[in-house]
């Protein structure tokens, strides 16, 4: 599948759409976002939908990744160092995708 351009916007708004929980917890995003978003076609939508699993899987990874250790035990990493890790690979997040996908990530990893 070749790369296509999305959007900052349609790229956060999947992402959005990717964490929800309830009965669309880890569904494709693909129809959702074409609600939204109509004038994309299925490629646009898969590619979306690809990106946030791979945004999602990675800030998982890197969470289970990198426990830090303290007197208390372990915990999880920084929210600081995950921001930079992310915002490295994926500098279009919105700082309210970016906290609720550190939030998802240590609960995943608490789990």
Same mark, same amino acid.
């Given at each position: +599948?070749?790369?296509?351009n999305? &959007?900052?916007? /349609?790229?956060?708004?999947g992402?959005?759409?990717? +964490?929800? !929980?309830?009965?669309?917890?880890?569904?494709?995003?693909n129809?959702r976002?074409?609600?939204?978003?109509?004038d994309l076609?299925r490629q *646009?939508q898969e590619?979306?939908? +690809?990106?946030?699993?791979?945004v999602?899987q990675i800030a998982?990874?890197?969470v289970i990744?990198n426990?830090?250790? &303290?007197?208390?035990?372990?915990? !999880?990493?920084?929210?600081?160092q995950?921001?930079?890790? /992310?915002? =490295?690979k994926?500098g279009w997040l919105?700082t309210?995708?970016? *906290?609720?996908?550190?939030?998802q990530?240590c609960y995943? =990893?608490?789990?």
């Open positions: +599948m070749a790369k296509i999305l &959007s900052v916007e /349609i790229l956060n708004y992402l959005q759409l990717s +964490m929800e !929980f309830g009965k669309n917890w880890l569904k494709p995003i129809e976002l074409a609600i939204k978003f109509p076609n *646009q590619e979306c939908n +690809m990106i946030c699993k791979k999602h998982h990874n890197y990744e426990p830090v250790h &303290s007197n208390l035990g372990i915990e !999880f990493v920084d929210f600081y995950f921001r930079l890790f /992310i915002l =490295a994926y919105s309210t995708n970016l *906290q609720r996908l550190y939030s990530s995943y =990893a608490y789990k």
